[in-house]
Nanobody, 126 residues
């Protein structure tokens, strides 16, 4: 069974950090592009950070540039999202997704991704 499971969400104060994990089972995640998406209440799902299958290109949503970073641990079949200097506007449910395609460094549409996790809540509040 092909599956993605996110973890690492929680409540953090503004300026704090969290690291989200996306663990895959049933397939090799390093063969796929991986995206982190988020969805805030009342808003659509948006791409936050997306990496190409070959790891040679990465998309960063403008508001997270310099604060968020994506990385892979192929031995653990896991992708991480390191989030630093968190702001209240980062509050959302965060999802990871995997797919064979990549949208390029300027956009990351949800339509490119075939496999999705269940999401993990990130709340940034004092």
């Amino acid at each position: 069974q092909l599956r993605l499971v996110e973890s690492g969400g929680g409540l953090v104060q503004p300026g704090g950090s969290l690291r989200l994990s996306c663990a895959a089972s049933g397939f090799r995640l390093d063969y796929y592009g991986v995206g982190w998406f988020r969805q805030a209440p009342g808003k659509g799902r948006e791409g936050v950070v997306c990496i190409s299958p070959s790891d040679d290109s990465t998309f960063y949503e403008d508001s997270v540039k310099g604060r968020f970073a994506i990385s892979r641990d192929n031995a653990k079949n896991t992708v991480y999202l390191q989030m630093n200097s968190l702001k209240p506007e980062d509050t959302a449910v965060y999802y990871c997704a995997a797919g064979p395609h990549y949208g390029g460094s300027h956009h990351c549409p949800t339509s490119l991704y075939d496999y999705w996790g269940q999401g993990t809540q990130v709340t940034v509040s004092s």
